[in-house]
């Protein structure tokens, strides 16, 4: 096996444990969070969401390209032309051994990836649509529609009452989803709000630099360009902010008091507050 392809083979266990921890992300987008210090809450995240490495990883979990013998030698007398095709049919019979040897191990790392994916093979042209129809039947996912290259555009909503924590998105089947927004409810009465997926600037850097990588151990290869994360979360609530990151604090507004961030390329802190619930 050349240096090549186990720098392809690494990558793909790199990619694999790097989506594992940033499988989704936000592209453009608006999200808006309003808590009631009753506890009735209403959610509304409308715009892009991507799944990383849709189409790429079936191409990195896909056999290794065609035999391509190393140039050892150069043509000029018969005897360097002889010594070539010895040193090439020797590395033919080492690559056909090596790719019988890998073909268990493709077979295994096809199903960790769909098993990373809730049973949906990155490989099939009907992938995609899976997924989206899978979530066209959850609670709040009022579009999805599918734009190519790992991209969804959606309108989701939904409201009710915090007695229980809330993770958005939450993707039927899917054990490694990462969240965007997570509310979590202490038993002081204290409610804790973060946008975890809102601050993927070091992320995305260190994704599309791995990536990358996974494109130049191929030849003629490219990384996926990445999304552009980019849009407003903005958080209204009648009960009492304790704490928060934004940049100029709680505004007067209508719903009671307004935080709002801005999410963009240099949005490395992830939005944070936390509200007390009950009459402030």
Known sequence: MTIRRIAGAATLMALCLTLAACLLSPGKFTARLDVRQDGRFSFAYAGEVYLLGLSKLAELGAA??????DDCYRPGTLVKRARAAAEAAEQRQRWEESQAGSADKRRRDAEGMKA????????????AEELAARLRRQEG????????????????????????DFTFPS????????????????????LRIDAPGFATAAGNESLRALMMMGG?????????????????FVLTTDAAVLANNTDTGPQTDSAGQRLDWTINARAAAAPTALLRLGRP
């Open 64 to 69: 290794s390209e065609a035999f391509k013998p």
């Open 216 to 232: 130049a151990g191929r030849t003629g290869g490219t990384a996926p360009t990445l999304p552009v994360t980019e849009g407003t």
């Open 171 to 190: 993707i039927e089947h899917f054990p490694m989803a990462n969240a965007f927004v997570t509310v979590n409810r202490h038993k002081d009465g204290t």
């Open 116 to 127: 990373m994916l809730g049973g949906i093979d990155p490989s099939s042209p009907q992938a």
């Open 141 to 164: 996912w009022r579009r999805v529609d599918y734009k190519g290259d790992g991209l969804f555009d959606v309108d989701f909503a939904v409201s009710g009452t915090l007695d229980r």
